[in-house]
């Protein structure tokens, strides 16, 4: 299969938290032949080195060490799930393991012991990820001294948000749809059911004792889960809002201002604005005018847009003009200024400014950030910064809108502090320079050779046009 994008991953597959169906689903959107073996018992970096023409590796990775970066530029995911829950279901698949006359010490303990003897005799035999397993696992990453329990946690934090996507089992469906829309990957329809511990008490069932005693064991990693739960939540939202700012943006450049009378075949999240719609003025080139926000002056041109994110920092005004025209009508090919001021109300460590350039059919033609550039800047509480950046606007004629983004980390969907839908706009006009078709002005030197006079050109490559040598 052809894929969507060409980044490659690795799933950091933890034992019990249904990473078995999540495989499966990863199989599905990559094709079977591009995800690895599921991999067990041994270092990212020997899976990275020994399958590195695969997609997507995945397995149970003992963690990097401390002192080893080599990740390969993989993207990395994991699935987390309630501890006390991927407790129960550990112990269960131990004791269902035992029926199966494999000779194992955890098969034979399950046997043995209750659910909380069994894991109180693996901590007294020395096994350290016996309990808060995934606090430990995900501090591993930065040491492997586990003596001072407080620094654990932050620790494990820490490493956590490293992964560009973090899933939650109690949500599978949620998350499925989350990584395809993060990474732009079609949605999966189905997701199987595999590998379940059927012979296994549900939570639910477990008596309040056994609960509580589970949940003191595993105390770290519970907060740990409830951190990445609160994340999950804030990604979805951002997810259902740009979801909806999609539609509502397709919906106003395909009705416009007739949308008044379609408003009630409109999705629910998207009928707030049908008044909207039908009171603005008309689109302008296929552009419609979007939500009226009043927290950023409006540009020169009066265009409206919709905003969102916390406002911890956030975008105070813009400015785009051409060094030539002094306007926001540039010529193609034209160096245009865009200058966005912005003011912090908290302090970070690494800021990242991004702005996209979309068309009058709403399509993104070009975008990046200075994460991506690798110009991301610690900002302080208080204080005003401009950044601007510089583009020749090698775009055919017509009028594109800007839009701007505050967060942190590669995208905003890690943690968005103001983003900004349709703040500017740019028209590019044709002022006596070569006229072209599509989007990209991309300058070409034409160079005419008489064969003549040059019979042979050894920069030029002899090809096979349509299945015939040339002489």
Known sequence: MAFLSRRKFLFDHLPKTGGTAWRTV???IFGRENVTPHLEGRSEVWAIQRYASYQMISGHFLSLLPTDAATGGRTHLTILRDPVDRAISEYFYWRHHAHEGVA?????WAQRYDICDFFKARED??????TNFCTKHFASRITRDFVDKDKLLPMAIQSLRKYEFVGIHEFLHDSIDMFCWQFGFPAVQRIPRVNVTETRVRLADMDRRTVQLLSEMNDLDIQLYKQALSDFETKKRRMFRELVRKSSRARRIRFGTAAKATKKFLPAPI???AKLLSTNSAPTNGIAPPPAQTDIPAPRNSRKYE???GKEIEVIAVHIAGTESGTNTVAPGELVLFRIAIGAHVSVPDLT????LSDGFGEVVFGTNTFIRGMSKSVAAGHDYD??????ANLNRGRYSIGVALHTGPDHTERCFHWCDNVAELEVAQLGEPDFIGYCRLEPVIEWIDMAHSPFVSDLPVREIEGVAAD
């Not at 194992?104 to 034979?108: H, N, P, S, T, W």
Request: aromatic share 14%.
């Open 353 to 356: 400014v991004g702005m996209e």
């Open 271 to 273: 009928r707030r604005y």
């Open 125 to 130: 035999s020395n096994e350290t990820a016996a």
């Open 26 to 28: 990863l199989e599905e």
């Open 104 to 108: 194992d010490r955890l098969g034979e």
């Open 307 to 309: 905003s969102f994110g």
């Open 387 to 392: 950044v601007v950046f510089k583009f020749r």
